[in-house]
């Protein structure tokens, strides 16, 4: 921080002149022997006014080689002046342009459109080009919420002169059937029907049953011999039916792998838009070759970039080599993915009863077959359509 | 060495405490190859890039290396860095 100069001292008895430094604490480092006459050595600035009369005592001759340091860097500065008005200046523009928001962005949306979430925040006042201080995002939050009673939360965040609107919808609950509505119970999936508990209205199904989505389980419509005209109830219970997930999974047991032989060939290629100019496209050398391309562009500023762009073309020489794989690593595998896969699709409270897997051979192919018996209640409320709606 | 340096040194001895105080003799620590720290020298009497003549209180302290740099210098401490290759004392 403080500044210092590199001076080289040349003269017959330099150590001389090094122990007269020491004598007067002239602090002195970096000594460097440039040849048998000349020494070049650092010292600080009030050293450098004493050193001329320990250099005559010594008979040595100084010279200034380089200033160093912020003083003389404050020096130089002082004479121009406009050099560091325009850098406050820059500066201050930098700091007031960066107030501004230049982006605004969406995300958690599934069912409402952003366009839609993005328009009405241009119309409250959250759009690029508005300045950060000039919005109150508190309450643009719950002004979106309630323009958009789908959603259920809204935060949105500044980094920079980046807005982040975040949103999470509301999830739908099923729809609700009031209790004097008549209704049936029908089938959500294909199933083998083990219990039915019918609270309220007719089983149409018995144990055994195999039912399809959409069948009726138990009726709303309730008909007795004896009734002149059937009974609407709101029909309500419990069908638990025994339903099979299954998956499907093949895979080659041998498989060819690339290695690298070590041998390397570079392209490069610039790009201006859609043109492509090939900088040294010599022949491949290789006939079997993984490529890797790497390209560069510059970009000004987040998402703008110039049409500009240099490919990297890398070039591996490769040779195929063919692996087997051990049939029990691969049935280990396949067994998992398709039990992570299928684990998905089971509801929580399904409860499963059994899982089957099957394995088969063709060739270099093995083939699983994997199906998981999951007991589970597959009844539905649907609302009767009678003749008075 | 003097009969007074020789009372000293006993003193030193009996009380435990660190000749190079008590006797004023240089101390010198060297990390590697790489730099030496002399502590408590009288001056320079030679330097160039491949040798470094110290005058200390028992003798000229010899430095021999290659690109020797004076990295430090100052009352008490010098610190040179560079390829050490020897130090030995001299009378």
């Not at chain 1, 083939?367 to 597959?378: R, T, Y």
């Amino acid at each position: 921080m403080r500044g210092y100069v590199i001076i080289r001292i040349e003269g017959l008895y330099l150590e001389k002149f090094i122990n007269y430094c020491i004598e007067r604490e002239i602090y002195l480092w970096n000594i460097k022997r440039v040849n048998y006459t000349t020494l070049e050595a650092c010292v600080g600035i009030r050293g450098f006014k004493s050193l001329r009369r320990v250099a005559r005592r010594a008979g040595c001759k100084v010279y200034l080689s380089q200033k160093n340091g912020y003083p003389f860097w404050a020096h130089k500065i002082k004479k121009r002046k406009m050099l560091l008005v325009g850098a406050f200046f820059s500066l201050m523009l930098l700091i007031f342009s960066s107030t501004f928001i230049y982006n605004v962005d969406v995300i958690g949306n599934e069912r409402i459109s952003e366009d839609a979430i993005l328009e009405y925040l241009q119309e409250t006042g959250l759009k690029p080009g508005t300045n950060r201080y000039a919005v109150d995002l508190r309450e643009m939050e719950n002004f979106l919420l309630v323009e958009f009673p789908e959603l259920a939360w809204v935060g949105i965040d500044l980094s920079g002169v980046y807005a982040r609107v975040e949103v999470v919808e509301k999830v739908a609950p099923p729809p609700k059937i009031d209790k004097d509505t008549p209704t049936d119970l029908v089938a959500t999936k294909n199933g083998v029907i083990d219990r039915v508990i019918a609270r309220n209205g007719d089983a149409m199904v018995k144990k055994g049953d195999i039912v399809e989505v959409g069948d009726l389980l138990v009726t709303g419509i309730v008909s007795r011999q004896y009734m002149e005209n059937p009974l609407y109830v709101h029909a309500y219970g419990e069908v638990y039916a025994k339903t099979y997930y299954e998956a499907n999974k093949s895979m080659y047991l041998v498989e060819i792998n690339k290695h690298k032989t070590g041998e390397k060939f570079s392209r490069r290629a610039l790009k201006f838009g859609e043109i492509q100019l090939s900088l040294g496209g010599n022949n491949l050398p290789f006939t079997d070759y993984i490529v890797e391309q790497t390209n560069k562009s510059l970009s000004l500023w987040r998402n703008i970039k110039l049409p500009v762009e240099i490919i990297l073309e890398n070039y591996y020489e490769v040779v195929e080599v063919e692996e087997h794989i051990e049939v029990e690593a691969a049935k280990e595998m396949m067994h998992k993915e398709a039990v992570e896969e299928l684990m998905n699709q089971i509801p929580l409270e399904g409860e499963i009863i059994q899982t089957k897997v099957d394995f088969k051979q063709e060739g270099n192919t093995l083939k699983g077959k994997f199906i998981i018996e999951v007991l589970e209640d597959i009844a539905q409320q649907k609302k009767i359509i009678t003749e008075e709606d | 060495m003097k009969k007074s340096d020789e009372i000293k040194k006993s003193i030193a001895d009996l009380l435990e405490l660190p000749q190079d105080i008590m006797l004023d003799l240089p101390k010198i620590t060297v990390v590697g190859n790489l730099q030496i720290y002399i502590e408590n020298h009288k001056g320079i009497l030679e330097y160039s890039s491949t040798r470094i003549r110290i005058y200390t209180k028992c003798g000229v302290l010899r430095i021999i290396g290659k690109n020797l740099l004076l990295k430090n210098i100052v009352v008490e401490e010098i610190v040179i860095t560079g390829e050490i290759n020897g130090v030995e004392f001299m009378d």
